[in-house]
């Protein structure tokens, strides 16, 4: 493993035939001024976890919950991309469908930046289901409809309550045998702006060494929790060094 400055090494060669799976993770959209969970002036100091992200705290105080997204939706539409989620937008004008970008943010700071093909495994914040899992309603995008509502509306189809289409914690993310199967045919794992903290996403770097062929490489401002996994650990923020990490 290499732990260097991310200045300090060449960009990324990527084959015209080769495969990119992309994971992109709280730090890149901090960097645009989301608040994370994590740092020290994140969401986790103003909230339990437990409260606002889980089934027991919707079960438990579910207008608590609706009004701590519509607070997040709230900053949301202040923030915009940075030059990180651009050269992503780049990458996959070139890559096309050889680049899988999943993402573990449910901001929509991938789309305004230009990228068309993001998987949200974790949900995406601009979006409502019908919490009733018999009700055949797909989730449906609420952009600036709730922005400020406190009061949870209703499914249209069964009259239950709308929820955030969101992975709380306990519950398993969207599309995981999606991602296995891109994980085991890529040939370039890259993990941007994650703490490596976080399963199952934090795991994706070991699977895809399970299959022994990726080049596995990491980028953000510090070590991640799951750094001895990766060949490279390229340090700094994302926005200074993924515009500079591929060349084409």
């Known amino acids: 493993m290499v732990v260097v400055p ?9 084959g015209p035939h080769e495969r990119v799976f992309i994971l992109t993770g709280a730090g890149i959209s901090a960097e645009s001024g989301i608040a994370t969970f994590r740092d020290k002036n994140g969401i986790w100091q103003r909230y ?15 207008s608590k919950v609706w009004l701590f997204y519509s607070q997040r939706r709230e900053q949301a539409e ?5 030059p990180a989620h651009r050269a992503l937008a780049a990458l996959e004008a070139k890559l096309e469908n050889r680049l899988f970008l999943c993402t573990q943010n449910v901001d929509p700071l991938h789309e305004l930046a230009g990228s068309q093909r993001v998987f949200h495994m974790h949900g995406e914040l601009f979006q409502s289901r019908c919490e009733d899992a018999n009700c055949t309603t797909s ?12 009061s949870i509306p209703s499914c249209m189809a069964c009259g239950g309550r709308m929820r955030p289409h969101i992975c709380w ?3 398993t993310p969207f599309g995981m045998d999606r991602i296995m199967r891109e994980l085991a045919r890529c040939d370039w794992f890259i993990t941007i702006g994650s703490s490596g903290a976080v399963y199952p996403a934090a795991g994706f770097v070991e ?16 070590r991640p ?21 591929f060349s084409l």
């Not at 339990?48 to 579910?62: Q, T």
């Not at 989730?139 to 406190?150: F, Q």
């Not at 929790?225 to 990490?245: I, Q, S, T, W, Y």
């Open 6 to 14: 991310h200045d300090k090494l060449p960009p990324l060669s990527i």
């Open 48 to 62: 339990r976890i437990e409260d606002v992200a889980s089934p027991e705290g919707w079960h438990a105080d579910a």
């Open 78 to 82: 202040s923030v915009h991309p940075n």
């Open 139 to 150: 989730p449906h995008e609420d952009h600036g409809i709730y922005l400020t509502r406190e």
């Open 169 to 171: 914690f306990g519950e």
């Open 207 to 222: 699977e895809v060494r399970s299959h022994g062929r990726a080049r596995t490489i990491y980028v953000g401002p510090e």
């Open 225 to 245: 929790e799951n750094a001895g996994h990766f060949d490279e650990c390229r340090l700094g923020k994302a926005g200074e060094a993924v515009p500079m990490l």
